[in-house]
């Protein structure tokens, strides 16, 4: 892996800079999904003390923010156990959030990212990990050049998103 690349988990006294950079890079990465651009629902849901307090306490959740030469460049949450499709929590390892911020993106940081959750999937002996993906986008042909496959659609849980941009992919690679 890039010397330059490191992911330190989560603490709380690193909680307002999970939740600036996590805020920041899902904005600048995802605003045309919301009316008006209003991400106000996903970032109540994912960026606030209380939801980093909840999955702190769930020993299956693992949160880290990424740094490159010595900048906080992005976060990465992972579900170190989810049943998904035919694989049950022991066999599957989830990445559910893996934000950069747009300056930082095509710089290799999103591969050593993949590299990062593979390794943890080996060391926890997993089948497959998985991800979801926006239809439309430079994601998917990211996951898809990692080899990641499609194996199902799915679409953003929340309500008020844009009915148009709601489609996404369920991805897997196997370990």
Known sequence: ????????????????????????????HYRHLW?????????????????LLKEE???????YLIKSDHTYV???KI?????????????ALYL?????????SGKGIGKECLQFV???????????VFLESMQKGKALPFYLANKFSIVDNTKVPFENVIEE???MYLLMKKI
């Open 79 to 91: 579900t170190l156990n989810k049943e998904i499709l035919e694989y049950r929590n022991h066999q």
């Open 118 to 128: 593979g390794n943890i999937a080996t060391k926890l002996s997993k089948k497959v």
């Open 1 to 28: 892996m890039n010397e330059g690349v490191q992911f330190e988990p989560l603490e709380p006294g690193f909680y307002n800079t999970y939740i600036e950079i996590g805020t920041r890079a899902y904005n600048q």
């Open 74 to 76: 992005g976060i990465l």
């Open 165 to 167: 941009e709601k489609s």
């Open 57 to 63: 306490q769930d020993l299956d959740t693992a949160l």
């Open 35 to 51: 009316p008006n651009g209003d991400t106000t629902t996903y970032i109540q849901n994912s960026f606030t003390h209380e939801v």
């Open 96 to 104: 559910d959030k893996i934000y950069l911020l747009k300056e930082f």
